[in-house]
T-cell receptor, first 113, second 115 residues
Framework: NAGVTQTPKFRILKIGQSMTLQCTQD?????MYWYRQDPGMGLKLIYY???????DKGEVPNGYNVSRSTTEDFPLRLELAAPSQTSVYFC????????????FGNGTRLTVT | AQKVTQAQTEISVVEKEDVTLDCVYE???????LFWYKQPPSGELVFLIR??????QNEISGRYSWNFQKSTSSFNFTITASQVVDSAVYFC????????????FGAGTRLAVHP
């Protein structure tokens, strides 16, 4: 059982480049999330989705886009990378936060220089 | 406003000491859920416990225990007889009824357990 899988694990981008962080889960969870964790800080919610075709903004959505075409996949898109987006990105999924915990992927460490 | 405060940024203890990590939350909702997660140096996030607002019973799991007090809006986490493997960042988090879809994290407490 793979759980939540994120790729890549590490990435270095130049300012202005674009990339997509991939996230897939095999638990048939409706709820999926993207968080970022800046060095020495807690997690901030970027975007979340309550099901295929439905997404919504979290606390820090600027500079990012998401899509949810299937239950399994929830990619995060950075269009014009900026140094402020240097962070560790975590994807997570849940059956329901009121009845079960959030399952996290292992994270993607992104550096923008 | 919904908020989670972990006032202790870093704690350093010697192995076998007991240590308590504080968590204070803010919400106007009567129904909410509290969580603790552990982030070891390897970076992954590990779920420890989930508690709903209607269940104030304390919980013990091995060397870990949790004290939930609605009167003080606190959900503190105690590690008894700490071990080096307990060294990690610990996060407290909140789900409230007005935002069932979102988990709000505190800033975390970094615990260093020295031999």
């Amino acid at each position: 059982n793979a759980g939540v899988t994120q790729t890549p694990k590490f990435r270095i981008l130049k300012i202005g480049q674009s990339m997509t962080l991939q996230c897939t889960q095999d638990m048939n969870h409706n709820y999926m999330y993207w968080y970022r964790q800046d060095p020495g800080m807690g997690l901030k919610l970027i975007y979340y989705s309550v099901g295929a075709g439905i997404t919504d903004k979290g606390e820090v959505p600027n500079g990012y886009n998401v899509s949810r075409s299937t239950t399994e996949d929830f990619p995060l898109r950075l269009e014009l990378a900026a140094p402020s987006q240097t962070s560790v990105y975590f994807c997570a999924s849940s059956y329901s936060l009121t009845s079960s915990p959030l399952h996290f992927g292992n994270g993607t460490r992104l550096t923008v220089t | 406003a919904q908020k989670v405060t972990q006032a202790q940024t870093e704690i350093s203890v010697v192995e076998k000491e007991d240590v308590t990590l504080d968590c204070v939350y803010e919400t106007r909702d009567t129904t909410y859920y509290l969580f603790w997660y552990k982030q070891p140096p390897s970076g992954e996030l590990v779920f420890l416990i989930r508690r709903n607002s209607f269940d104030e019973q304390n919980e013990i799991s091995g060397r870990y225990s949790w004290n939930f007090q609605k009167s003080t809006s606190s959900f503190n986490f105690t590690i008894t007889a700490s071990q080096v493997v307990d060294s990690a960042v610990y996060f407290c988090a909140l789900v409230f009824s007005g935002g069932y879809n979102k988990l709000i994290f505190g800033a975390g407490t970094r615990l260093a357990v020295h031999p």
